[in-house]
């Protein structure tokens, strides 16, 4: 990326007439030096998927004996990274109160401006999961190693106790990233599916009845989640996959294995949980929609 902003000509015109430059994700503001120097008249802004400092300080709490001084030192990293990022930009755009709080935290007089994830429009479907067989899905970038984590929790600790109750229900992992090894443990768990990367995510959301999703790390705002509520799928999920979401439009919402599992069982077998699940999804879309991001990302430049 810094070889074609410093020789690509076409690129250094467009940056020379724009009115805002805005890099995607916190790891490309390492640009922002440049962009401004290439385009001197625009403000510089930065979307803040995910904040950084919140996924390394979840790993340093993680971190066994061995990693811990890495760890740290990592956060460390982040932390001096981020304040050096913020101090550069005209405005730091993060998805949530939670991720501002977090920002700020670290950098006390970062311009932060919230904006909701723009993920609600009329191209995501909604899905109808009334009189459909058991299938709880999983779709998540699986190459990402919270998402291998919670792969793993739901194979191996959560889906055994849904399977024990409901013999016949099925678990669907939707994603690429697993390495053979891996996938090939995975499908040693009865019930168990792996479907690997697909072209077709719509779909695969046609075969759940609901999602369950044991996220225990990372940090941003989890947009598997929020696509699954906006489908109306009811959504079960942990403390970490709700942050940055109203907590209200999931159907269940808990850290344990077994309190995961009795909330999954229970909305499998409850005829009114499709219900609620449209109406959360109603809602959803009224919250995150595309036009209301447009106009809370424009308010940041009046």
């Given at each position: 990326?810094?070889?074609?902003?410093?020789?690509?000509?076409?690129?250094?015109?467009?940056?020379?007439?724009?009115?805002?430059?805005?890099?995607?994700?916190e790891e490309y503001?390492?640009?922002?030096?440049?962009?401004?120097?290439?385009?001197?008249?625009?403000?510089?802004?930065?979307?803040?998927?995910?904040?950084?400092?919140?996924?390394?300080?979840?790993?340093?709490?993680?971190?066994?004996?061995?990693?811990?001084?890495?760890?740290?030192?990592?956060?460390?990293?982040?932390?001096?990274?981020?304040?050096?990022?913020?101090?550069?930009?005209?405005?730091?755009?993060?998805?949530?109160?939670?991720?501002?709080?977090?920002?700020?935290?670290?950098?006390?007089?970062?311009?932060?401006?919230?904006?909701?994830?723009?993920?609600?429009?009329?191209?995501?479907?909604?899905?109808?999961?009334?009189?459909?067989?058991?299938?709880?899905?999983?779709?998540?970038?699986?190459?990402?190693?919270?998402?291998?984590?919670?792969?793993?929790?739901?194979?191996?600790s959560v889906w055994?106790?849904?399977?024990?109750?409901?013999?016949?229900?099925?678990?669907?992992?939707?994603?690429?990233?697993?390495?053979?090894?891996?996938?090939?443990?995975?499908?040693?768990?009865?019930?168990?599916?792996?479907?690997?990367?697909?072209?077709?995510?719509?779909?695969?959301?046609?075969?759940?009845?609901?999602?369950?999703?044991?996220?225990?790390?990372?940090?941003?705002?989890?947009?598997?989640?929020?696509?699954?509520?906006?489908?109306?799928?009811?959504?079960?999920?942990?403390?970490?996959?709700?942050?940055?979401?109203?907590?209200?439009?999931?159907?269940?919402?808990?850290?344990?294995?077994?309190?995961?599992?009795?909330?999954?069982?229970?909305?499998?077998?409850?005829?009114?949980?499709?219900?609620?699940?449209?109406?959360?999804?109603?809602?959803?879309?009224?919250?995150?929609?595309?036009?209301?991001?447009?106009?809370?990302?424009?308010?940041?430049?009046?």
């Amino acid at each position: 990326m810094v070889l074609d902003l410093l020789t690509d000509p076409s690129l250094r015109a467009l940056l020379r007439g724009a009115d805002v430059v805005d890099l995607q994700w916190e790891e490309y503001g390492r640009l922002a030096p440049l962009v401004k120097m290439l385009s001197p008249g625009s403000l510089i802004t930065c979307m803040f998927h995910d904040v950084n400092d919140q996924r390394a300080t979840r790993r340093l709490h993680a971190a066994d004996t061995t990693s811990i001084k890495k760890a740290r030192r990592q956060l460390r990293q982040v932390q001096r990274a981020e304040r050096r990022l913020t101090a550069r930009l005209d405005a730091a755009f993060v998805l949530s109160e939670k991720d501002k709080k977090v920002l700020t935290s670290v950098a006390p007089g970062a311009p932060t401006r919230v904006v909701p994830p723009p993920l609600a429009d009329s191209s995501i479907p909604m899905v109808d999961t009334e009189h459909r067989e058991a299938a709880v899905g999983f779709v998540s970038a699986l190459g990402r190693q919270e998402n291998r984590d919670a792969a793993h929790r739901l194979v191996h600790s959560v889906w055994p106790l849904i399977h024990q109750a409901l013999p016949d229900a099925r678990l669907i992992l939707v994603g690429g990233g697993l390495d053979l090894s891996t996938k090939a443990g995975f499908l040693e768990v009865p019930g168990v599916e792996v479907t690997g990367f697909v072209d077709d995510l719509d779909a695969q959301y046609r075969r759940f009845s609901a999602t369950l999703s044991p996220i225990s790390t990372g940090a941003g705002v989890k947009f598997k989640i929020l696509e699954s509520i906006i489908r109306g799928l009811p959504t079960i999920t942990t403390s970490v996959g709700i942050e940055g979401i109203e907590p209200d439009l999931a159907e269940a919402v808990g850290d344990d294995d077994a309190e995961l599992a009795r909330a999954t069982i229970a909305a499998l077998q409850d005829t009114d949980a499709p219900k609620r699940a449209r109406a959360a999804s109603a809602q959803a879309r009224q919250l995150y929609s595309r036009e209301r991001f447009h106009q809370e990302y424009q308010a940041a430049f009046r």
